[in-house]
């Protein structure tokens, strides 16, 4: 089998320089207009889309669900063909079913292999390539499933299978190597033993009347679900053939991450005879907790813990090819919460090594290990960008395989890799990398065009990245947006309303990638200038970049804002009488400290969705642990010290036209943040306006809630909205 780095040598050589060149200073700019000018182009106008006869209409929320979704890929044992969800969406009805598509890596046109399914998802190619497996809620051979079940379908046609009927569903899975047996998460009473145990509990569920959420448990409910009651995530083998199920952890104290178990918290070995998996290692979870590994042998039941260290979190582990080494990702918590996930691996003596110590950035999960096991493949985020990388377990050094944008996921088989990725500029879409020439240039073959035509109706804002000196004189990025059919680098013209638009987390980063919620296209074409500030704080600049803010919260990002701010009011299309700021939840915590911390009239409306408005009170939500962390204090220790850093401590300052978003099914920011924040607006008069979702979590999910959310959004910046005389031309 060929590996990535044998087919690309020269190209991951010549990447290595750019990522290793990752620590130099980007480029400076005295002003905005100065760092325009000296802003590469090179995302901007690659907005490659066919030509249109009239590519004209605003591209607004009602476009925006009518673009395809596209998932992460998976391929065929031979890289010929890929498997995608792709997830359509009807306004009228409010309704999404997703289904799965086949895309030839060779060329041909990508073909619907299921149309049945209300939501067909995590498609996985056998590693015999002769079916697909995928979970499903589907009414089919006269059964509806009331929890997602696994579904068997062959690639070249056919019906699909059911092959589990579980009575507390499937959640995730993985093929074992020899194509006869599938390992999958579900969510079991752990003191029980045997399926009809299970199923009896089921049914006892199902037929009991009182609704009552009852535990002694410190991680009970996680972003927008109770975590069942009594019920924990194990691991199970199921045997195709026989449709034989197994539980690998009865009877043992193991279970799953409570939060998220995905696929990416197990794995197979190669000879398919142990499965390694992370695990909380705590008698008591809470989220917070340091994961250890552990591996259970399949054929005697027993389970051993791997790795453990109280100081480190271990998760997403990997078995090489040749199972002598499994790599994972490492987080060194005892040392510092906010430390970078890093690669690591573990050899058979028990021998662990953090790899990418002297790399300053995240690797996300899954990790791949290339086919010479040489190499692990990963994502990692990049200064706003975030690219896939092969990490050279010898030299310890990283290489570009593919640069984005915004590199979602991937697929690697038999020399094939294949991407998800998006920008700006276009939705996800699936693409074979190749390298070629001399300078064995990235060169990306699109292999399927599902959004072409209807992207191609709507003229989009040119993107574009700058660098400012932001607080203590840092180097702070900026992403401008701007309407389209306007440059900012040509003169004349009239004046642009400005949206900063602040970014959650404080985690996390806004880049050149395509928001399915908050839309910049969307927004910009609306006329507004979009600024996504990566303040301090925000991931993909390094560690120290990240825990700047660390226990003072809104002390750096503030500045970084209000510096970013007026460097784009000096511009000469900046209208200072329309200057609006919108977030979501860490975003919306920034909105509702500016509204406490700025004059009146410095912005002319805040959007406030999801935001953080009370610190103590936050402690309702299902991460009480980390904010306690990131603040520097418990509240009953120091309150001082939480209340330096709390939006609800300057409440009696509030003074700017508030829109306050908020959905019930918020467990990460309680709802009741909302509902004081807009009461104490309302209370003391300052124009304020709620939206209030019954049926939405932190994010907004649902088509019918978005166009809404999209058209109060608008609405009350308009509103608040004190146009200058003239107006710049061209949008
Ligand atoms: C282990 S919980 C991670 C919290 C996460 N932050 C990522 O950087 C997050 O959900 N942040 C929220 C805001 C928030 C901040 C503090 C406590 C709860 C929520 C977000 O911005 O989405």
Redesign the pocket.
Known sequence: MPAVKKKHSTATAKTTTKASAKTATPPVAKTVAGALAKTSRKTTGKAARPKAAAASRPFDVDALWALDRVGAPSLSPDGAQAVVPVTRFDMEKNHGSTSLWLLSTLGGQPRALTHAGEKDGQPRWSPQGDRIAFIARRDQEGAKDEQPQLYVIPPDGGEARRVTRLPFGVESFKWFPDGKRLAFVSWVVPTLKGQPAQDRARQAEKDRKESAYVTEEGFYRFWDHSLPMGRVPHLHELDLETGAVRDLFEGTPYELSRAEPDADTFDISPDGRRIVFSFDPAEKKV??HRNALAEVDLRSGRTQVLLRDGDWDFTAPVYSHAGHHIAFIASHQGLKHTMPQQLAVLDTHGHWAVLSEDWDQEVAAPLRWDEDDLGVIFCAEDRGRRHLYRFDVKTLHAFLLFEGGHAGAFALEAGTLVVLHDSVQFPPRVCVVDHEGEADEQVLRRIESFNDEALAAHRFGLHEELWYAGAQDELVQMWLIYPPGFDPRKKGGGKLPLMQLIH?????AMGDSWHWRWNHQAMAAQGYVVACVNYHGS?SFGHRFADSITHRWAELELQDIETATDLLLKQPWADPKRVFATG????G?MVAWMNGHLPAGRYQAYVCH?G?FDWQA?FA?D?YH??AK?LGAWYWDDPAKVASQNPVSAAGHLNTPTLVIHGQLDY??PDAQGLAYYNTLKAQGVAARLVWFPDEN?WVMKPRNSRLWYGEFFDWLKRHDAPSKTRAKGR
Not at 504 to 508: A, E, Q, R
């Open positions: 989220l917070e959650g987390g404080p985690h996390t991931s979501g939840s860490y975003g915590y999801a953080c936050m939500n991460a980390w904010h990131e990460r920011v932190h």
